[in-house]
């Protein structure tokens, strides 16, 4: 699984840059952006399988957390454009001088440095986790009625970050972005950089995961996924368990988001909205709950499939999504990750038969 | 006759028919919180509770209450155990044996009364984690075992240790942590099952890896809900074995309705008819008490 995205890291970069256009093997730069964005979602499924797959706990809201780091990104990006905007006001962005606001609103300070912005991207979706866990674990809140408050949380945030008075953009968001770090976020080069960086960001976070996952902590993970009042009465603080890999969850989800803004140019309300949280438990349901690598493959080829169908048959997109989560319960309860599995077993139990005979 | 046991109750319980007015009731709350001979609560950690058995029992219940819908499940309950002790519960559907389990571990909050563990520890303000940290364990009446894992991880997680979230994000098993899960394992006759997933066991073999989960968090007293259910004779045989091997070093609560089990293990019985203890004693002594006769064995 690394090996393959390591792979991917090393021979797409090389494919655009180094490959002439017009060569059969060259990967244009719009195909590096979309793959880019792809693992991006792949990291996003990563921290929904975490919380799902080995916690048992199903977030509809997981999108919030995204979307919020990839706010703080476009905060910074935003305070990078400086006089260039279409008023050419040196600090405000182009929405300010539009409302016509004097000065920078406090919390838009200290976001024309990378540093603070990049520290914003973990730790508003991680501290916003942490309380929301803290309330809701600590009461016992779960199963269904902990997804509908996640959903609520999402669907809260959206209208508010659709006010103006917000001051992150109201209904356009932050858009028009100009540079990084200062490369210019046109360049190809600067495309190759950011979709590299999604790489390392998916393989890291995916260790990370694996890593919680295959320590004790995660064996009473899956112990309170499986019997929760038990794994209290064993003597685990169920609800700090809780917490403490939601809030984790929450962060992997915001660096996602961070790595998706400059990439797609914009980040607006819409990444808020409800159906982008259900939509992302779709991918992981696809790929295969707790397996972690199911939730990578599930984004990618749900995604793929999107761009496709919403290229070549618009309005089919969502009966299609619909139709694909229908045949994946029905036949395939463990996703993608399961037929693999089940195909790797029965190639053993094969092999183990010839032996015998 | 159960007019009989009624007057006895009313004249056990005389003393205590005081009614409190609210603020009463806060002022004499307020000063138990200030007693000068402890400290507050919020600043005792749990685990820094020392246990204190020395005058015999190692649970105290007194006089306490719970009612769920007017139905009084537990009713001027008293019950003791000694430490060391193997005491079986017995008592028809309904006698408010599981109740007791639930307040013990923090379960279910009574409406009046004193549960104590040792003289000083006081469990009624003690949440469910903390409870199964000063060493009280329980196994529950349908067994659950964690099903997706194996024999050996299921003794791992509930063995004593620092389970708090970043200590056990980053626990390694020890030598001497390997050898006792081993030697537990050997306990409860499930070696060779160890690396099997617990929900491929059999009925039986479930019940023993609970009690086994039980041993590793090695718990000072132990709650033990009708072990037997759905056994053969020969598991039975077996659990009996296990559970008179645990006297002495822990102190074991059985619940069972099984009969013959009970008379093969117990020294002393408890019966519990609608929520208070109707008798006590060694199971000839409670076999021939009239009373129990009657609500119980009689049936």
Known sequence: MLGLLLAVAVVVPVLNLAVPEGHPLHVSTYTVTLLGKYLTYALLAVAVDLVWGYLGILSLGHGAFFALGGYAMGMYLMRQIGDRGVYGDPVLPDFMVFLDWQALPWFWHGFDMFWLAALMVVLVPGALAFVFGWLAFRSRVTGVYLSIITQALTYALMLAFFRNEMGFGGNNGLTDFKDMLGFNLQADSTRVGLFVASAVALALGYLACRWIVTSKLGRVAVAIRDAEARTRFIGYRVDRVKVAIWTFSAMLAGIAGALYVPQVGIINPGEFSPLNSIELVVWVAVGGRATLYGAVIGAIVVNYGKTYFTGAFPEAWLFALGGLFVLVTLFLPQGIAGLFRQLKRRRSGAAAQSAAA | ?299
Request: hydrophobic fraction near 40%; include cysteine; glycine fraction near 8%.
């Open chain 2, 1 to 299: 006759m159960s007019q009989m046991v009624d007057n006895g109750r009313d004249l056990l319980h005389r003393d205590r028919a005081f009614d409190f007015s609210a603020q009463q009731r806060a002022w004499l709350q307020f000063k138990e919180s200030m007693r000068r001979d402890r400290t507050f609560d919020f600043m005792v950690k749990a685990k820094d509770l020392e246990l204190d058995v020395s005058h015999g029992p190692i649970l105290y219940i007194e006089d306490l209450n719970v009612s769920f819908d007017g139905f009084k499940a537990i009713d001027h309950l008293n019950f003791y155990v000694d430490a060391g002790e193997l005491r079986c519960v017995i008592g028809a559907n309904g006698a408010g044996k599981t109740t007791m389990m639930d307040i013990i571990t923090g379960k279910t909050r009574p409406d009046s009364g004193s549960v104590y563990f040792g003289q000083k520890i006081d469990l009624l303000r003690l949440t469910e984690p903390e409870i199964a940290e000063i060493g009280i364990g329980r196994k529950f009446q349908k067994p659950t075992v964690f099903e997706h894992h194996t024999v050996f991880e299921n003794l791992e997680l509930a063995m004593a240790a620092d389970k708090r979230v970043f200590p056990t994000l980053l626990a390694r098993l020890t030598a001497a942590q390997r050898e006792r899960i081993d030697e537990v394992l050997e306990t409860i006759g499930l070696t060779e099952h160890a690396r099997r997933e617990a929900g491929s066991l059999s009925h039986g073999q479930k019940q023993w890896l609970e009690i086994g989960m039980l041993l590793m968090q090695d718990p000072l007293l132990l709650l033990v809900d009708e072990p037997v259910a759905g056994m053969t004779h020969q598991e039975m045989d077996r659990t009996a074995e296990l559970l008179l091997s645990l006297q002495g070093k822990h102190s074991v609560v059985v619940v069972e309705h099984d009969m013959d089990f009970v008379r093969s293990i117990a020294r002393r019985v408890t019966v519990l008819h609608q929520g208070s203890v109707l008798a006590e004693g060694s199971m000839d002594q409670v076999q021939n008490d009239p009373r129990v006769v009657e609500v119980y064995l009689g049936e």
